[in-house]
């Protein structure tokens, strides 16, 4: 594969700024020039690392893979550089190159081969001289404190394309180029076992908040919407967004060659709000290449009148939810809900038909008071009635009967969606919310929140209490905390672990993680979501060891208990010995040697050759014979003790 001059364009930030979404198109198709790198720049040098230090290993990715000779090793192992470089190629600013530089050294990004040297009188200075750190182990490492380097074996890297470093990691801030990241570690760089790679992947915005690690929703929110109008990114369809969604907004990369696309420049949430008098796009179809889908929205109060060539019964609709509703409907308006009555006035009392026609009626009237526009209201109160109405004919309930329950339980869905709406996280549009609610059945916000304990309520004061390094704090839980800390507790499944202490280490444990992250905020729900898993594996660990010590502890104390009975077998074992002389005439043979030894090294043999002595030697000499075997400490519990380590009738005393 071909490989372009790995050096960026000279692109400062006062050339591109805000107009580098005109000046950057998209990356080239993957079939053109791209950098074989290690996938532990994605899984850990761009989750994990200052923007600096990003910037400083992309370069040095860039300039050593970048290239290669016609055997395919690379043209460069070793990089060395001035500050110059890496101002102007890694666009990395004079007073942050020393603290990248050392960022990476400590965190075994790289290692410096050669220490630059400063000019001296009559002597030219010189470049420091650095190389990529590789890890020549088999074992593919993403824990920041066990990194040793780069994989440096077969597998686990990702053809990326060259514009990502040369462009992205370069110019855009590090929340971007961390967005940007995680688009191509869950498409592009994620192989199945068959070999073959994604090219789209549905990410939520909390799977985006936890794969980036970034502390704040709006930074995240901010850097989807520069990632997508900058040309980076596509979202292929908007997800659902709120408790209980169902779908998850689908992302790749955006190609040169993508058709009939163009940058997306709306929030991050559905439905998003249209300027007044102004038009929105659909941005599910135009992705998909489809032609834009328009909706006209006039500047005043007055008659409303829908466009002739626009459907009327459109399931994707976007609402104005500040848009003041008309006191006086317009004609047609007026005209439907009259007709309406009429054909329900004419229908006979007590008719199915007649009751399913008012039911249907009411909830559309529902969703019409709330702020919906009459037509969206008859879709959606038509789309679900008709689901139901399809379940239960193939259940076998009869036409007339099944039409009236269906709109029987649309309107009591309705009723407890528009109930509920107010305890929902909504970000923008209520409307639209409330519409994703009905389509997907949300469930009542309260009944997925865990219960509220006093357990949940001590371990969020105590976390706080933690984090600022005190017995106690003044800063107070926020609503949401004690059912989070109650549900992250049940996770934990610690049967007799204390909610205050475990509160406690939880933000001792998060204070100490954020101690080199200055825009780190405290918030235990944002802790949870980020720390939680890392919190839970250090419990673990804490407690594994804790095991362990006290396995060892009770061991020895097994092993003192029952050492007389061991002695005893040892003594047997030495009298046993008498029925084998020629074993024995072995065994004082070598005695022999041992004393003529400490003979010439002028010791008394005599001294130090006691009956205990003789019996624990001749255990040592036949512990591992192939004739006389004399049984371990250990083996002779486990084979011959009754009581031994670890069986029912162990007992601390010996018998």
Not at 213 to 230: C, E, F, G, V, W
Not at 594 to 614: H, I, S, V
Request: with cysteine; hydrophobic share 30%; net charge positive.
């Amino acid at each position: 594969m071909s490989r372009s001059n790995p050096e960026p364009q000279n692109t400062t930030s006062s050339q591109t700024g805000k107009g580098s979404a005109v000046l950057f198109s998209g990356y080239p198709a993957p079939t053109s020039n791209t950098t074989y790198v290690p996938n532990q720049f994605l899984d850990v040098v761009l989750r994990r690392a200052s923007r600096g230090a990003v910037r400083l290993v992309g370069y040095m990715l860039r300039r050593i893979l970048g290239w290669s000779n016609p055997d395919g090793s690379p043209q460069e192992t070793q990089v060395r550089f001035s500050y110059t470089d890496l101002t102007q190629g890694a666009n990395i600013s004079n007073g942050a190159i020393r603290e990248a530089i050392d960022e990476a050294l400590k965190a075994r990004y790289i290692v410096c081969i050669e220490q630059g040297k400063c000019n001296a009188s009559g002597v030219l200075g010189k470049s420091a001289t650095y190389e990529l750190n590789w890890d020549e182990s088999d074992e593919y490492i993403t824990e920041p404190e066990r990194f040793r380097g780069f994989f440096a074996g077969n597998g686990n890297r990702t053809y990326i394309p060259n514009a990502f470093f040369d462009h992205t990691i370069r110019n855009e801030p590090l929340a971007v180029a961390k967005v940007v990241g995680a688009i191509v570690r869950h498409t592009i760089a994620f192989q199945d076992r068959y070999g073959f790679r994604r090219t789209q992947k549905a990410l939520s915005f909390d799977d985006l908040l936890r794969i980036t690690r970034l502390n704040s929703r709006s930074t995240l929110n901010d850097a989807i919407k520069i990632a997508l109008s900058h040309c980076h990114i596509l979202r292929l369809e908007t997800g659902t967004f709120g408790n209980g969604g169902v779908h998850k907004s689908t992302y790749s990369l955006r190609w040169e060659d993508t058709t009939g696309t163009a940058p997306e420049t709306s929030s991050v949430e559905p439905s998003p709000k249209p300027p007044k008098g102004g038009t929105v796009q659909n941005p599910n179809l135009q992705n998909q290449g489809f032609s834009p889908v328009l909706e006209s929205r006039p500047q005043t109060n007055g008659p409303k009148s829908e466009p002739r060539n626009t459907p009327k019964s459109e399931p994707r609709t976007v609402q104005n939810p500040n848009q003041e509703r008309a006191k006086n409907r317009t004609s047609l308006e007026i005209t439907k809900n009259n007709t309406l009555k009429e054909q329900q006035q004419k229908q006979t009392p007590g008719d199915p038909e007649s009751e399913a026609a008012v039911v249907s009626f009411q909830a559309s009237s529902l969703l019409k008071e709330i702020g919906f526009l009459d037509r969206d209201a008859i879709t959606i109160v038509h789309t679900k009635t008709q689901q139901y109405l399809q379940q239960l004919v193939a259940d076998g309930t009869p036409l007339a009967e099944a039409r009236l329950t269906a709109a029987t339980r649309t309107e009591e869905l309705i009723k407890n969606q528009i109930r509920w709406l107010p305890k929902r996280s909504v970000a923008k549009s209520k409307l639209g919310m409330l519409r994703s609610a009905i389509e997907g059945e949300f469930s009542d916000p309260d009944s997925q929140l865990p219960k509220v304990d006093q357990a949940g309520i001590s371990f969020a004061k105590s976390y706080y209490a933690g984090y600022a390094g005190s017995a106690q704090t003044k800063m107070e839980p926020f609503p949401r905390d004690p059912s989070l800390a109650s549900q992250f507790l049940a996770s934990l499944k610690l049967s007799e672990a204390n909610p205050e202490e475990l509160g406690k280490a939880f933000g001792r444990f998060v204070r100490e993680r954020h101690a080199t992250d200055r825009n780190a905020k405290p918030f235990l729900s944002s802790a949870i979501n980020l720390l939680g898993d890392d919190f839970t594996k250090h419990l673990e660990a804490r407690a594994a060891k804790k095991l362990e010590d006290q396995k060892t502890k009770t061991k020895k104390i097994h092993e003192e208990t029952f050492q007389g009975s061991y002695f005893d077998y040892l003594k047997s074992q030495a009298l046993q010995l008498k029925a084998h002389p020629t074993l024995l005439e072995e065994f004082e043979e070598e005695r022999k040697q041992q004393a003529a030894m400490m003979r010439k090294m002028k010791l008394d043999p005599a001294k130090f050759r006691t009956e205990t002595e003789r019996v624990e030697a001749i255990a040592e000499y036949f512990r591992f014979h192939k004739q006389f075997r004399i049984l371990g400490f250990w083996d002779w519990d486990q084979q011959l003790n009754p009581n031994g380590y670890g069986t029912k009738g162990q007992s601390s005393k010996a018998h």
